[in-house]
Structure formats: structure tokens, C-alpha cells
């Protein structure tokens, strides 16, 4: 069965933490995504990568970093929280060649920042 | 302007109702179009996938597309208590999903 995991459903940190959120995919996907999702702005994407150790910015990349040191693996990294970072963090992976390859997401991981 | 935008609703049915969920979209280069249904406190996951025009059915689901207008949309007959989420529009372009804002639906018994 298809499994995209995320390391923690809730997490709670303070202003000025620095955060990791890890997200595993168990499908030898070669695509991994990291969205964040707010109420009335939907799926904003964040980072993407393509292949391990690559990364590409998407549309709100400012205050987060990745990681994707193996395939199954893609890391975002909060490099000092703030509250404005409070939000649902959803990972998603998707097979890489052909036109059209589904998007598998993770539960989500509940971020607030105290 | 946002790529693909959708109204956020909330919409809320009675069972056995026939429910219309719309989309539209900018980007006229978009091809690929898919519904995904989020539970509460889950992940989306896949409904439905269209590519270019036309009708696509699923049992009660029904997804469709007019490329002339720049719309998508979702049909549901016969709604379900169990129907009841957030649904999300998207288009594909090159490997980057493209997301509307969600529509909350309330199916009620």
C-alpha cells in the first residue's frame, strides 16, 4: 500500500526554534513536495525536489530550508520559527516521467509557534 | 491572479442532493486537472483525474472540463453523509501542482 509518513501529527515550539519536519515515502518516488496549508489560501508550495540532494524553491520558500540527502527522505527545516509559521505542513510524493503521475500526500503535520 | 481559483464555500447539502463544485483556471497551457478530497485532519487524497476537455465519470463523481472557458468542475449525485470534506481543484503543468483554495462540503442526514 502506498505511504507517505510524516514524523509528528502535532508539534508545538517557540519563537525562534529551529524546527525539522521530516517526511518519508516508501514508493521509490523520485518527486517530494512540502506544502503549507492556511484556511482561505489552500496549498501554498514551499520547496520541491526532483532527485536526492536536488531542491527547487516554490512559491514560498522564505524562512524554510529542505534536505534530501536520500530518495525516500525530504526534510524542511524551520531555521528560526515564527508565528506566522503556524500552519498545516503537508508532504507529498509523485513519480517523475510520464505526464501525469497522482500526488500521494502524508497526514500533515500541525505546526503552532508559541 | 492566482493560477486555478475556487470558491471556499462552505457549502452545505441535504443528503440525496446533487452537489456542483467549480474551479477556474488561468493558465490555458494546463492539460491535466484533478479533484482531491480531504478529510478532516488528513491528507488530500486523489478523486479524480481529467486530461484536457470533456466529461470523466466515477460512479457517482463526475469530473468536467471546458478548455474554452477555463473551468473545471466536480459533480457529485446522490451525496453521502460520507461525502462530506473539503474538496480540492488542481491543474498540473510540467511537474508543479497548481491548487485551489478548497471548498468545504456538509453532506446532512
Known amino acids: 500500500d502506498v505511504k507517505v509518513t510524516q514524523s509528528s501529527r502535532y508539534l508545538v515550539k517557540r519563537t525562534g526554534e529551529k524546527v525539522f519536519l521530516e517526511c518519508v515515502q516508501d514508493?521509490?518516488?523520485?518527486?517530494m513536495f512540502w506544502y503549507r496549508q492556511d484556511p482561505g489560501l489552500g496549498l501554498r508550495l514551499i520547496y520541491f525536489?526532483?532527485?536526492?540532494?536536488?531542491?527547487e524553491k516554490g512559491d514560498i520558500p522564505e524562512g524554510y530550508s529542505v534536505s534530501r540527502e536520500k530518495k525516500e527522505r525530504f526534510s524542511l527545516i524551520l531555521e528560526s520559527a515564527s508565528t506566522n509559521q503556524t500552519s498545516m505542513y503537508l508532504c507529498?510524493?509523485?513519480?517523475?516521467?510520464?505526464?501525469?503521475?497522482?500526488?500521494?500526500f502524508g497526514p500533515g503535520t500541525r505546526l503552532t509557534v508559541l | 491572479q492566482k493560477e486555478v481559483e475556487q470558491d471556499p464555500g462552505p457549502l452545505s447539502v441535504p443528503e440525496g442532493a446533487i452537489v456542483s463544485l467549480n474551479c477556474t483556471y488561468s493558465?490555458?497551457?494546463?492539460?491535466?486537472f484533478m479533484w482531491y478530497r480531504q478529510y478532516s485532519r488528513k491528507g488530500p487524497e486523489l478523486l479524480m483525474y481529467?486530461?484536457?476537455?470533456g466529461n470523466k465519470e466515477d460512479g457517482r463523481f463526475t469530473a468536467q472540463v471546458d478548455k474554452s472557458s477555463k473551468y473545471i468542475s466536480l459533480f457529485i449525485r446522490d451525496s453521502q453523509p460520507s461525502d462530506s470534506a473539503t474538496y480540492l481543484c488542481?491543474?498540473?503543468?510540467?511537474?508543479?501542482?497548481?491548487f485551489g483554495t478548497g471548498t468545504s462540503l456538509t453532506v446532512i442526514p
Open positions: 507529498a510524493s509523485s513519480l517523475r516521467g510520464t505526464p501525469y503521475n497522482e500526488q500521494f
Open positions: 493558465n490555458s497551457a494546463f492539460q491535466y
Open positions: 481529467t486530461y484536457s476537455s
Open positions: 488542481a491543474s498540473l503543468y510540467g511537474n508543479q501542482f497548481y
Open positions: 514508493m521509490d518516488h523520485e518527486n
Open positions: 525536489s526532483y532527485d536526492v540532494k536536488m531542491k
